[in-house]
């Protein structure tokens, strides 16, 4: 399975960015799938999930409200959508893809993810 994130870019405070991820070598709907980000120094957090559809999803407070999360399973592809930008968002942004026991499942749990990209570098100045 591959993961390919794209999008990430160096932006201005308060402004937006719309990451991708395209995934292949198995069936992009079999999986839950999230977003995570990694700052230097930091360990990675979670950042955003969402089930095999996309109905249902699940965000850090870091980014509730700023973040969404979406897929188009004919696409085979994860997106976040971020808004009014801020300085800590700075980070690698990873995209995961986990196996689903169930079409509820989705879970923000870094363990959890079988699959990873090699990450898109956002860089945002104040």
């Known amino acids: 399975v591959l993961l390919v994130e794209s999008g990430g870019g160096f932006v201005q405070a308060g402004g937006s960015l719309r990451l991708s991820c395209v995934v292949s070598g198995r069936s992009f709907a079999s999986f839950a799938m999230g977003w995570f980000r990694q700052a230097p120094g930091q360990e990675r957090e979670f950042v955003a999930a969402?089930?095999?559809?996309?109905?249902?999803?699940d965000y850090s407070p870091l980014v509730q409200g700023r973040f969404t999360i979406s897929r188009d399973n004919a696409k085979s592809t994860l997106y976040l959508q971020i808004n009014s930008l801020k300085s800590e968002d700075t980070a690698v942004y990873y995209c995961?893809?986990?196996?689903?026991?169930?079409?509820?499942?989705?879970?923000?749990?870094?363990?959890?993810?079988?699959?990873w990209g090699q990450g898109t570098q956002v860089t945002v100045s104040s």
């Open positions: 969402t089930n095999w559809n996309g109905v249902s999803t």
């Open positions: 995961a893809a986990a196996e689903a026991p169930s079409n509820i499942y989705y879970t923000s749990t870094l363990d959890d993810y079988d699959y």
